[in-house]
T-cell receptor, first 114, second 110 residues
């Protein structure tokens, strides 16, 4: 069966510090991968998605970046965090292409920028 | 116009009652539809897919109205454990970007 992992579960970082969040999927190959952010009491905001290694689509201009160095690994990074980067970061995957399949989420990382 | 719209609620419903909420979408080319459930401070989890002919899973019924471009979720005999935020999800054939609504909050009252 497929599983998705995210770490760390919680993170407290000062403004201006770097960020690296990792997501890995097991039990599947060539999935679509997604990064979302959910601010407190708000909806999901799609940040990035990837349909393959090295292929990243950015949805919202910001100080974040994403990379997919391996088929089942998706990394979210920032060189300098802002207070507004606080939120619940969720990684998700879909088993197939073309948008016809359901999406599965990891447990998320709760980031607080102080 | 927003792509996927939901009434944010909250819907405060007594235990045992039936509750329904809708989600409207703007892209007529949308092909797949889902309802997700999100508990407080947790990740969204798939509740059910929505098929063209409508589908039922226990106390939950989902329906699609393509002419009016909305999907609905009906919960019968509501339980306290149904309290959550329900997210509507829509996407278009061939599009790898999946659109989430902002969710409808449901509170089941004892």
């Amino acid at each position: 069966s497929q599983t998705i992992h995210q770490w760390p579960a919680t993170l407290v970082q000062p403004v201006g510090s770097p960020l690296s969040l990792e997501c890995t999927v097991e039990g599947t190959s060539n999935p679509n991968l997604y990064w979302y952010r959910q601010a407190a009491g708000r909806g999901l905001q799609l940040l990035f998605y990837s349909v393959g290694i090295g292929q990243i689509s950015s949805e919202v201009p910001q100080n974040l970046s994403a990379s997919r160095p391996q088929d089942r690994q998706f990394i979210l990074s920032s060189k300098k965090l802002l207070l507004s980067d606080s939120g619940f970061y969720l990684c998700a995957w879909t088993p197939m292409k073309g948008g016809l399949y359901e999406q599965y989420f990891g447990p998320g990382t709760r980031l607080t920028v102080t | 116009r927003k792509e996927v719209e939901q009434d944010p609620g909250p819907f405060n419903v007594p235990e045992g009652a039936t509750v329904a909420f809708n989600c409207t979408y703007s892209n007529s080319a949308s092909q797949s539809f889902f309802w997700y459930r999100q508990d407080c401070r947790k990740e969204p989890k798939l509740l059910m897919s929505v098929y063209s002919s409508g589908n039922e899973d226990g106390r939950f019924t989902a329906q699609l109205n393509r002419a009016s471009q909305y999907i609905s979720l009906l919960i019968r005999d509501s339980k306290l454990s149904d309290s959550a935020t329900y997210l509507c999800v829509v996407n278009e054939f061939g599009d790898d970007k999946i659109i989430f609504g902002k969710g409808t909050r449901l509170h089941i009252l004892p």
